[in-house]
């Protein structure tokens, strides 16, 4: 793994994803360099990297592209003697795949073609390729059971059959033209850099802010929540010692209802920051419509990682959320700009916020 391109590198869990790669180096024994390709969509903050070029330079390359277009794609695997893929590059927002749906299937099985058929025409179909998933291929639990490697494919929204085509071309793929694959499917992510858009940074910063937290239906939806530096952990040991042509669930092991996530958040949020008058901002809980299709549960069985590769998480949530809910406070900054852009107002009309 000497030339890895990482695509969505300038995301949330892309950009943790680097950062982790280059900061751990000397532990984790990647000597490296890395080409991050990114289209900067709306999820995408080049600021989510700042200092990286600087501090690792010779290492570290950022070239803006469309992992759609396939001749570009050819030319940064020849270009850059491309030996390694990590695939985050995605559009990962279910609630926006149900408004705008023809992006999530450009980009996520259009995209993910592209660079099959770079990798298969590079190196003698020799390129290592790692997939980043979803548990939301699985589709839906009841109260009880888990999502295993073996559990059948029955996404529900056009963002998880969106995956899950691209799960299938990463498997055919390795099947047919025998390009070392791995692909991972992880369960709900939390921590640095989010997207406000999804459920943890979107409730920290509207309770900051005072406002409204809008909880989807009855609020007892359950996901199984992971750090995000645990999750680029687990990645970063399947590519290294995964075996390829296998996936690999990654989770956390930490079901929780959304109602108790954001009531963890405001409780917190009440004794870091409290808001005028010590108000407790429970009391901005709104339940709000459902989403269509929502699935009721995700809990991932990780076992086969664990046994495997040794891989747990590190982070309980406890101490995972305290940690993400510094950083926001701490990068306001970062939040005021990522906020001021065009998407956010339209999440602010979807809810009437
Ligand atoms: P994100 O939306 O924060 O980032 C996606 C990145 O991909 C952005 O930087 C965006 O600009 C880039 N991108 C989108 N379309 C592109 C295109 N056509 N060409 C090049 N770049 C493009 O997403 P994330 O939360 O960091 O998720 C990364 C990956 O991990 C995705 O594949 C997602 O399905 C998967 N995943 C996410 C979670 C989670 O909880 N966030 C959990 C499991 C798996
Ligand atoms: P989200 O962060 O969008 O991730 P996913 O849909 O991929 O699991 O949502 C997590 C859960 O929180 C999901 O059950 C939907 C719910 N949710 C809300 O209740 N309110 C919100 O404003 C958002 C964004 C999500």
Redesign the pocket.
């Known amino acids: 793994m000497n030339n890895i391109l990482v695509?969505?590198?300038?995301?949330?869990?892309?950009s943790n994803f680097i950062r982790y790669l280059l900061s751990s180096s000397d532990s984790i024994g990647f000597t490296g360099k890395i080409v991050n390709?990114?289209?900067?969509?709306y999820?995408?903050?080049p600021e989510n990297l700042n200092g990286i070029e600087k501090n690792f330079s010779g290492r570290y390359c950022f070239v803006k592209?469309?992992?759609?277009d396939p001749q570009i794609v050819n030319k940064i695997f020849k270009k850059y003697k491309i030996d390694t893929v990590c695939h985050?590059?995605?559009?990962?927002?279910v609630d926006r795949s149900i408004v705008k749906p023809d992006a999530f299937v450009k980009?996520n099985i259009i995209?993910t073609f592209n660079l099959l058929e770079a990798a298969r025409l590079y190196r003698d179909s020799q390129v290592l390729f790692h997939h980043?998933?979803?548990?939301e291929v699985y589709g839906s639990l009841g109260t009880d059971g888990y999502f295993t490697e073996n559990s059948p494919y029955r996404p529900s929204s056009p963002y998880s059959a969106s995956?899950a085509g691209s799960d299938h071309l990463v498997g055919a793929y390795s099947k047919t033209y025998g390009i070392p694959v791995t692909i991972s499917n992880?369960?709900?992510?939390y921590g640095p850099y989010?997207?406000p858009e999804?459920l943890i940074p979107l409730m920290i910063l509207n309770a900051l802010e005072g406002k409204p937290l809008p909880v989807y239906g009855d609020g007892k939806n359950v996901r199984d929540w992971l750090y995000v530096k645990d999750h680029c952990k687990a990645v970063w040991e399947i590519m290294k010692r995964g075996k390829r042509g296998q996936t690999y669930n990654v989770g956390g092991r930490c079901e929780m209802q959304n109602i108790d996530v954001v009531k963890t958040i405001c409780d917190l949020l009440d004794t870091m920051v409290p808001m005028p008058g010590s108000l407790p901002r429970k009391n901005l809980i709104s339940f709000v419509k459902d989403r269509p299709g929502h699935d009721q549960r995700y809990a991932v069985d990780f076992s086969k990682i664990e046994k495997d590769l040794g891989w747990t998480p590190d982070e309980s949530f406890e101490t995972g959320i305290k940690k993400t809910i510094k950083w926001y406070i701490d990068n306001k900054g970062w939040t005021d700009r990522v906020k001021s852009g065009e998407y956010m107002s339209w999440i602010d009309k979807q809810y009437n916020l």
């Open positions: 695509t969505g590198g300038c995301g949330f869990i892309g390709i990114d289209r900067l969509t999820a995408g903050n592209a469309d992992i759609c985050f590059a995605a559009e990962s927002h980009t995209g980043v998933s979803t548990d995956k992880c369960s709900n992510n989010q997207f999804k």
